[in-house]
């Protein structure tokens, strides 16, 4: 007679069990083991494959699983009204670009760089970077923005959407500059 197959806890949450219902339907483990990748860590649980598919046929398991399905899809559908909430509200955000003489941000943005050369190491491309860098995060309401959204859910996808509504108010209030606009939306992954 070969051993009873035994499943582990994880095994058993991937198969829709959860702590109360192993404590109330199950009960004691099967088998206690120590744990192959924590050696300081409790003994895994193990419980019979035979008694957990018998519990699993029961009225209050089937209910309990019912239960939890209705649970994680009504989290589900509050995690798409947040996140959708939070696109509408990154849409509807307007981005401010303070317009002054290009020749004055260029070297704002050389001083901020520390450079004290009007071409910097790599000539106009060089320049172009810092200079949008620069508006980017100093003559822009970007920063503010991104902290409205910050650690929300969709988050991710909201700071794509500012930082494409950041770069087009850039190109527009300095027109000179949208190739390097474009070029680092689409770098930083803003499409």
Same mark, same amino acid.
């Given at each position: 007679? %070969?051993?009873?197959?035994?499943? %582990?806890?994880? !095994?058993?949450?991937?198969?829709?069990?959860?702590? %109360?219902?192993?404590?109330?339907?199950?009960? #004691?483990?099967?088998?206690?083991? =120590?744990?192959?990748?924590?050696?300081? %860590?409790?003994?895994?649980?193990?419980?019979?494959?035979?008694?957990?598919?018998?519990?699993?046929?029961?009225?209050?398991?089937?209910?309990?699983? /019912?239960?939890?399905?209705?649970?994680?899809?009504?989290?589900? /559908?509050?995690?798409?009204?947040?996140?959708?909430?939070?696109?509408?509200? !990154?849409?509807?955000?307007?981005?401010?670009?303070?317009?002054?003489?290009?020749?004055?941000?260029?070297?704002?943005?050389?001083?901020?760089?520390?450079?004290?050369?009007?071409?910097?190491?790599?000539?106009?491309?060089?320049?172009?970077?810092?200079?949008?860098?620069?508006?980017?995060? !100093?003559?822009?309401?970007?920063? +503010? &923005?991104?902290? #409205?959204?910050?650690?929300?859910?969709?988050?991710?996808?909201?700071?794509?959407?500012? +930082?494409?509504?950041?770069?087009?108010?850039? !190109?527009?209030?300095?027109? +000179?500059?949208?190739?390097?606009?474009?070029? &680092?939306?689409? +770098?930083? =992954?803003?499409?």
């Amino acid at each position: 007679m %070969s051993p009873p197959t035994l499943l %582990s806890v994880p !095994a058993l949450r991937e198969r829709g069990w959860t702590p %109360s219902l192993l404590l109330r339907l199950l009960g #004691e483990p099967d088998d206690l083991r =120590g744990n192959p990748y924590y050696k300081n %860590s409790a003994p895994m649980r193990l419980y019979a494959a035979d008694r957990v598919e018998a519990a699993e046929q029961t009225p209050a398991f089937l209910a309990a699983r /019912k239960q939890a399905a209705r649970r994680a899809d009504y989290a589900k /559908k509050g995690v798409e009204t947040k996140r959708a909430a939070l696109m509408r509200q !990154a849409a509807e955000m307007t981005v401010d670009v303070e317009a002054l003489p290009l020749p004055v941000v260029r070297r704002r943005a050389l001083t901020a760089l520390g450079s004290r050369t009007e071409e910097g190491p790599s000539g106009s491309g060089f320049l172009d970077r810092i200079t949008v860098d620069y508006i980017h995060h !100093a003559l822009t309401t970007y920063d +503010r &923005q991104l902290e #409205e959204v910050a650690r929300r859910v969709g988050a991710q996808e909201a700071v794509r959407t500012i +930082r494409r509504m950041v770069y087009a108010a850039i !190109a527009a209030a300095y027109p +000179r500059l949208a190739a390097e606009c474009d070029r &680092q939306r689409v +770098r930083r =992954g803003g499409g």
